[in-house]
């Protein structure tokens, strides 16, 4: 394996909260249809799917289950990639036959968090991502961790991410608010559905506070006192 790699900590509880009810809606799907593979993939580009997919299986890997993380956008440069940029091999070294799965499982500082770069870069991925080698590092990654979460482009910018969706257990398309207009989020999720890869849902990214706060009425209810003030007016109440 390569040397580690720093996983970041995110020590904002609100951000945190937000990916705990994804983390239990993934684990819901492993319990009762044993979903562990799950492409993560924007509707356009500079919809933040790939911040998604770190903190997703950063939490997933902080409950306790073995993750591995998959770049799969094998277009983009590393330079522009928060992981990648000091990655000698990676998802397209394997698929070329150039290096073995052991080579290119990279340890990261987060525990039971696992990351494969996407390798040397590819003009056209698409058929190495149809490749018998993709199914077969999808088979030997499902055997050996919990959940493998894949990071892949938009899906209105390429072929690449419907190419693993109709492979993976599960899609889930990333939206960012005043980004993501109405017509890339109905395009990319016909497209998905056109394939018939199994798109459960949507992650709204880059909401702002007050955003948030109005879909989350009680979203600090542990972090304010007036809540336990309230709870205990009411248990006066019941006891009258």
Excluded at 34 to 47: L, N, P
Excluded at 68 to 76: E, N, S
Excluded at 123 to 129: A, E, I, T, Y
Aim: aromatic share 8%; glycine share 4%; with cysteine.
């Amino acid at each position: 394996m390569m040397d580690k790699l720093e996983i970041y900590k995110n020590d904002n509880y609100i951000l945190n909260d937000a990916f705990d009810q994804s983390v239990m809606n993934l684990h819901i799907l492993k319990k009762q249809n044993g979903y562990k593979s799950f492409v993560i993939c924007g509707c356009e580009a500079g919809d933040g799917s790939t911040t998604v997919a770190i903190n997703l299986a950063a939490s997933l890997a902080g409950s306790g289950w073995n993750t591995v993380l998959v770049d799969g956008d094998m277009r983009k440069k590393n330079r522009y990639k928060r992981l990648n940029e000091n990655a000698k091999l990676g998802l397209s070294d394997y698929l070329k036959n150039k290096a073995t799965v052991d080579k290119i499982i990279c340890e990261t500082t987060t525990e039971n968090l696992f990351y494969i770069p996407c390798g040397e870069l590819i003009d056209n991925p698409v058929r190495l991502l149809c490749s018998a080698r993709m199914n077969d590092v999808k088979a030997e990654l499902e055997n050996a961790y919990d959940f493998i979460i894949y990071d892949m482009p938009a899906v209105n910018v390429s072929m690449d991410a419907k190419v693993v969706a109709v492979n993976a257990d599960a899609v889930i398309l990333v939206s960012a608010i005043g980004k993501t207009t109405k017509k890339g989020l109905v395009d990319a999720a016909n497209a998905l559905i056109d394939v018939k890869a199994n798109l459960i849902g949507t992650i709204i990214n880059k909401t702002d506070m007050d955003q948030y706060i109005s879909s989350h009425e009680d979203y600090d209810y542990f972090q304010k006192e007036k809540y336990v003030k309230k709870s205990d007016n009411s248990a006066a109440k019941r006891e009258k």
